[in-house]
Every structure is written in structure tokens, then in C-alpha cells.
């Protein structure tokens, strides 16, 4: 991050100019002469360098600078990065990539030159044993893995299901946005945000404050996601999906892709199953095998899985089991009605169940048991 405000400053009016990346806005500073010179010189010096008017024009170009004085602001009383593409401070991954933002703005201390960065993905409407899968494959790899990071979108399903996994395993965590830092998206994911910047990993997104909430930026944050790490994980995902664009994105980034396999009848392992059949990610099993594809080396030595030892549960506990297990599209609400409990009761016994591991939450409210 620039020390110098005018610099600064500068650098946050270039990356708000529609469609430039880090390609063509190195190219734009090249024939200028300079970012100095990019924000003084005239329409006319402009239009010699070969710079389009109706894009760059001096009342544009004067317009972004006030805007990003206005950003400045916001990002110095948020404690916001702003990392320039053509800065030191700039990911180096993120850096490979021609069409990488021109800006990216972080909240949180992460490091985003993490020596092992994995990316975890999949669909927003994630089962049970994805989820499962999610929390079991991350607690492997943080024990395994020094300096690990998991980046996700903070989406629904399987992206919350990797942060959190992460949070529970002590491991930071990033979670891509395709908004401001103004606000999160979803808003039920606003405690999870604060828990992970609190945990030392950070909130990451190309968007100034204010921006509003489209479908393509959705789409466009995936590569940020896949560009940041040096492999993608799809979890779950159907015949299409957000989760096969990001898998795409880091094959394209020349980075390894992994998929989860799972049964031909599952509508939410299509998507994983045909990027196996393609070739175009590399069936994963569990962590030990990416550990292995990716010639990393574990901290310590893979054991045999040794029995998974829970505290001895209480009459009301192993009933709350029984009936999740009999009804498995139950909420807290409906399992609450089926034992003829105070929901408040119910919602404090699951809770801490969860904590402990006895079971885990899946999107919709819903809860299921680990697949040891």
C-alpha cells in the first residue's frame, strides 16, 4: 500500500475505470508515461498516446479522482488495504494473471503470498456429506499443512461450510466478495465475516464501497477465488454452476483442480463426476492425496484414522440423534415438535452438540450426523 496519499489516491481512480485489469492498465500507464502523467495530461496528449477520449477524457479521469478520494476515506476509517496490481504488496499469484483486478481491497491481516493456498468450492445447495466431507478434508489439512489458507466466496453451501471448517481448525481463512466492504452477502453470513477477520484472515473483494450487488460480479469474483490459490477443491456441484466456472478459471491459470466423486444418481455430484470423466480435475479422495499431487510436505507423518472418541451424550441428546437421523430434512424448529421440547432447550442442545462434534449443520436449518 502507497504511502505517498496522491499516489494512492491515484491508483484507486485508475482501478475504477470500467473493464481495465491489470494487462490493460499497465498498457494504459505505459503510454501515458507514467501514472503521474496518466491523471495530468491533456484530451489532446491523451488522444497522441493513443488513449480513448470517451474512456480517459479529463472530466472522467477528474471524476475517478474524486471518487477515489472519497474511497480513501472509507478504507482509512474501515482499516482497508488497497493493494495496486503493479505493487510489490499485490498477491503474486493474483499477479500471474492478465486479467486480474487492478485493485483488490482487503479487510483482515491474512497473508495473500501464503505458502499453501487451497481453494474450496461448490454448490450453494450442499448435502449433508458435503458438508461433512468440508469440515473432515480441512481439519486434515490444517493439521498436516503449516501456513495453510482456505479461500472461498462466502456463498451458501459448500463456500460457508469450508470457512467455517477452516475457523474450526484454527487455519485463516479468505473469503472473496463480489461487493464493497461496506456490507456482506449474504447478510446471514455477517458473523461468520467478523469471525474470520477476527481469526486473521481477511475479507478480499476488486469493488469500492457502495458498489451494488450484480449476477456478473458473482461471476467475475470466481477468478479471484481460483487465481489466489494454487489449486481449486470442487466439493459438490450440478450439471452447471458457479463452481464449474471457477474450476474452469484456475485450469485456465494453469493451476490443479481436484473434484469430490460421488454417486450417479446425485444431482449435486453431476457437476464433480463430469470434471473427473473430463479430465478436467483429478479425483480426490482426501486430503493426504492433494498433499501428495501437490508435493507438499506434511508436518507431520499421515496415520491410519484412529476411532473418533465423543463424550458420553444425554438421554435428551441421543433422542435430538434419533430423530435427525429418522428425519433428516427436519429444522431445529420441527426436531423441537417431534420431542415435545421448548424450542429454546432444543436450539441450546444443538448448539452445543455441534460444537462438540456430535453432529453438524447443513444450509436450510438443518442438521445431520458426521460420517466417521
Known amino acids: 500500500m502507497s504511502a505517498d496519499p496522491l499516489d494512492r489516491q491515484m491508483k484507486i481512480a485508475l482501478s475504477m475505470f470500467k473493464k481495465l485489469n491489470l494487462s490493460t492498465a499497465r498498457e494504459a500507464i505505459a503510454r501515458a508515461g507514467g501514472l503521474g502523467r496518466f491523471f495530468s495530461m491533456s484530451d489532446a496528449e491523451m488522444a497522441i498516446a493513443g488513449l480513448s477520449l470517451d474512456t480517459f477524457g479529463a472530466s472522467r479521469r477528474e471524476a475517478r479522482m474524486k471518487e477515489a478520494a472519497a474511497e480513501m476515506a472509507f478504507a482509512a476509517n474501515s482499516r482497508i488495504d488497497t493493494l495496486f496490481c503493479l505493487d510489490g504488496c499485490y498477491p503474486r499469484r493474483l499477479a500471474a494473471c492478465d486479467d486480474a483486478p487492478v485493485m483488490l481491497y482487503r479487510l483482515g491481516s491474512c497473508d495473500l503470498d501464503s505458502p499453501h493456498m487451497v481453494a474450496i468450492v461448490g454448490t450453494r445447495h450442499a448435502t449433508a456429506q458435503g458438508v461433512d466431507f468440508t469440515r473432515r478434508f480441512v481439519a486434515d489439512m490444517a493439521a498436516k499443512i503449516p501456513n495453510l489458507v482456505i479461500v472461498s466466496g462466502l456463498a451458501y453451501g459448500i463456500d460457508i461450510a469450508a470457512h467455517r471448517a477452516a475457523l474450526d481448525a484454527g487455519v485463516p481463512t479468505v473469503a472473496v466478495v463480489a461487493h464493497g466492504l461496506d456490507s456482506i452477502y449474504p447478510s446471514a453470513h455477517r458473523q461468520a465475516a467478523a469471525e474470520i477477520v477476527r481469526s486473521g484472515g481477511a475479507i478480499v473483494t476488486e469493488y469500492p464501497s457502495g458498489t451494488a450487488i450484480m449476477k456478473p460480479y458473482f461471476l467475475a469474483r470466481n477468478r479471484i477465488v481460483a487465481a489466489l490459490c494454487d489449486c481449486t477443491v470442487v466439493v459438490e456441484s450440478a450439471a452447471h454452476g458457479g463452481a464449474l466456472a471457477t474450476a474452469r478459471l484456475a485450469s485456465d491459470y494453469n493451476r490443479d483442480v481436484f473434484a469430490v ?112
Open 261 to 372: 466423486p460421488g454417486r450417479v444418481s446425485d444431482p449435486y455430484s453431476v457437476g464433480t463426476n463430469r470434471l473427473i470423466a473430463s479430465r478436467a480435475a483429478i479425483l480426490l479422495p482426501d486430503a493426504d492425496f492433494l498433499i501428495e499431487a501437490m508435493g507438499w510436505t506434511p508436518s507431520v507423518a499421515p496415520s491410519a484414522d484412529s476411532p473418533r472418541l465423543f463424550r458420553p451424550l444425554s438421554g435428551l441428546e441421543q433422542q435430538l440423534l434419533d430423530i435427525i437421523a429418522a428425519n433428516p430434512t427436519f429444522t431445529s424448529a420441527d426436531i423441537a415438535a417431534a420431542a415435545a421440547l421448548p424450542y429454546a432447550r432444543v436450539a441450546d442442545l444443538l448448539f452445543r452438540m455441534e460444537m462438540d462434534d456430535v453432529l453438524i449443520s447443513i444450509p436450510g436449518g438443518r442438521y445431520a450426523l458426521p460420517n466417521y
